[in-house]
């Protein structure tokens, strides 16, 4: 598995609207509606279940991201947006940092294994300090499509 198979390209937002935490959510569900990976009725549905995992613990990790994450009976396939924030979000980060990358990851219910394949795929990549400052870099989707080539691709190092 590897990045350019989970994240939905329409979904990618290199400039966030949305200043905080609730409405970063909000706008990545509604990109990835937006882009077909699930229907307009279940937005409520999703970004609620988004809301309560962020509730029970905080998924800004640190060093400027957070990924969000959930499973819902509705989403057939695993599907990521991208959102970046040139301000910085308030997502109770765990280092108290502003959150500038979010990766938002929707995956079907009965799939654990792949959620946490693509979870694994996810944080390996935003370990590397070189693949969190292209990324915070990058302003357009087809910049952000193109690192997500070159990390898939192993052309960028820690």
């Known amino acids: 598995?590897?990045?350019r198979e989970i994240v939905v390209e329409q979904a990618i937002v290199p400039r966030l609207h949305a200043v905080d935490r609730d409405g970063v959510i909000n706008?990545?569900?509604?990109?990835?509606?937006?882009?077909?990976?699930?229907?307009?009725?279940?937005?409520?549905?999703?970004?609620?279940?988004?809301?309560?995992?962020e509730s029970k613990g905080s998924?800004?990790?640190?060093?400027?991201?957070?990924?969000?994450?959930?499973?819902?009976g509705s989403i057939p396939k695993m599907s990521a947006a991208i959102g970046l924030s040139a301000e910085g979000v308030d997502f109770n980060a765990y280092d108290r940092q502003p959150v500038y990358t979010?990766?938002?990851?929707?995956?079907?219910?009965?799939?654990?294994?792949?959620?946490?394949?693509?979870?694994?795929?996810?944080?390996?990549?935003?370990?590397k300090d070189t693949f969190r400052r292209f990324l915070r870099q990058s302003d357009t989707v087809e910049a952000v499509a193109e690192l997500l080539t070159d990390a898939d691709e192993h052309r960028i190092g820690g």
């Open 1 to 3: 598995m590897n990045l």
């Open 27 to 53: 706008e990545l569900v509604s990109a990835l509606i937006s882009a077909g990976v699930a229907e307009e009725s279940a937005k409520e549905a999703l970004v609620k279940r988004f809301l309560d995992r």
């Open 59 to 72: 998924t800004g990790f640190g060093k400027g991201v957070a990924v969000p994450h959930v499973k819902h």
């Open 102 to 127: 979010v990766f938002l990851l929707l995956s079907p219910d009965d799939k654990p294994e792949e959620h946490l394949q693509a979870m694994e795929v996810i944080f390996k990549n935003l370990s």
